[in-house]
């Protein structure tokens, strides 16, 4: 039976990142995972924040992506408000990226590091005398550490801790419009269901789909045939050829959060299999390279990783997603949508504040206060009123 210090399910960002890191310090790194790097169905942004995180060991100038101009918001009456995404941050930009590659580029630079990337699926995973026993379709492994990062249907967080109900999760379904691209993307929010649609450009397609929350009485048929008439109405994608896909995203409440669980005695759960997803826009790239971080750190510490990644979630990424997630009751109101767009036709002030939220420069704990310092306190006092 082989020996690793860590098995990491799953090769996207987080558990391609948790490779890069460990295997960097000289840990044994088994990646396990028979899909990766593949497309993946979701807008695709990769913020400036997210960027700073692998800038170090990823040129992503060299990286096929689209640097984002503008952001168009958009209502279901079909009022527009485009907003300009040169942001007050240092960081760069929003870009839209080929996950493909930009997975790949990670995956690359882990194996460089000295990870070992076997494309194998996970059959078994069972703790024996103090390690885990991983089986899977290449064979069986003897691991000090399994790390869950495959994903919100994760093989490990089903039978490490409990799967996700279907109130924890959004559906996210559109449509892969090929050979077309541009440099803005679109936000329409909706309140019926409460929800977003999206039109993300990537090198050579655009993302375009809908995400509402799983148990709001939708369909991925329903919300794909929504899609569908939204690009017809909007003239988007006309004549195009279409690409279906359908994904779960990890979308929690404030309450989930606060006992949601992201380790144990040999286990810890990253990214989107820990549900470390932004409620209101499901943005997860960020938040599963900085869990990766926090993972592979809390078990190079040699002191109890699963008690040390959990306090340090909880004092550097949690805050964060529960305040999104209180703010997530009232963002979709019909009232508070009127009440946004409103405010960013009027005021270059709340643009440049949400130009900053979208690229990930300003966090929703600090939103409240920007939001009155604009002057525009029927804005703030909403947001406050929601929390």
């Not at 993946?40 to 960027?51: F, H, I, Q």
């Not at 004092?315 to 999104?324: F, K, T, V, W």
Request: hydrophobic fraction near 45%; charged fraction near 25%; include cysteine.
């Amino acid at each position: 039976m082989n020996q690793v210090d860590v098995a990491i399910v799953g090769a996207g960002p987080s558990g391609a990142w948790a490779a890069l890191v460990l295997a960097r310090r000289g840990a044994r790194v088994l990646l396990l995972d028979p899909s990766h790097p593949r497309e993946k169905p979701c807008g695709g942004g990769v913020t400036g924040r997210a960027l700073s995180i692998v800038a170090s060991e990823v040129d992503v100038e060299r990286m096929p992506a689209v640097e984002i101009e503008r952001a168009t918001f958009r209502d279901g009456a079909g009022r527009t408000v485009d907003v300009p995404l040169q942001t007050s941050s240092e960081e760069p930009p929003l870009i839209v990226a080929s996950r493909k590659s930009f997975d790949a580029l990670l995956v690359d630079r882990a194996c460089q590091s000295g990870a070992a990337h076997i494309g194998a699926r996970v059959s078994g995973v069972a703790r024996e005398n103090g390690h885990f026993r991983v089986e899977t379709t290449a064979g069986t492994y003897r691991a000090g550490w399994v790390v869950g990062a495959d994903g919100a249907n994760s093989f490990l967080r089903g039978r490490l801790a409990r799967r996700f109900s279907r109130s924890q999760l959004s559906i996210a379904t559109g449509f892969f419009v090929e050979g077309a691209t541009s440099r803005a993307i679109v936000l329409e929010i909706t309140t019926d269901p409460p929800g977003y649609i999206w039109s993300f450009p990537r090198p050579d397609h655009i993302a375009i789909g809908i995400c509402a929350q799983a148990d709001a009485g939708s369909t991925v048929r329903s919300l794909r045939e929504r899609t569908a008439r939204w690009m017809r109405d909007t003239g988007a994608a006309r004549d195009a050829r279409l690409t279906p896909y359908s994904w779960p995203i990890p979308s929690l409440s404030a309450r989930d959060l606060e006992t949601l669980p992201v380790g144990g005695p040999g286990w810890l759960l990253v990214g989107d299999a820990a549900g470390l997803v932004d409620p209101i826009n499901r943005e997860g790239i960020f938040f599963a390279l900085e869990s990766a971080r926090l993972a592979a750190e809390a078990i190079l510490s040699g002191r109890r990783a699963d008690s040390d990644y959990e306090a340090r979630l909880r004092a550097d990424i949690l805050p964060e997603l529960a305040c999104a997630a209180r703010l997530k009751e009232g963002f979709f109101r019909p009232r508070f949508t009127r009440l946004l767009l409103d405010a960013l036709q009027e005021s270059a002030r709340v643009r440049r504040v949400m130009a900053d939220l979208v690229a990930g420069a300003q966090s929703y704990r600090g939103l409240k206060w920007r939001l009155a310092g604009t002057l525009n306190w029927r804005l703030a006092w909403r947001a406050l009123a929601f929390r």
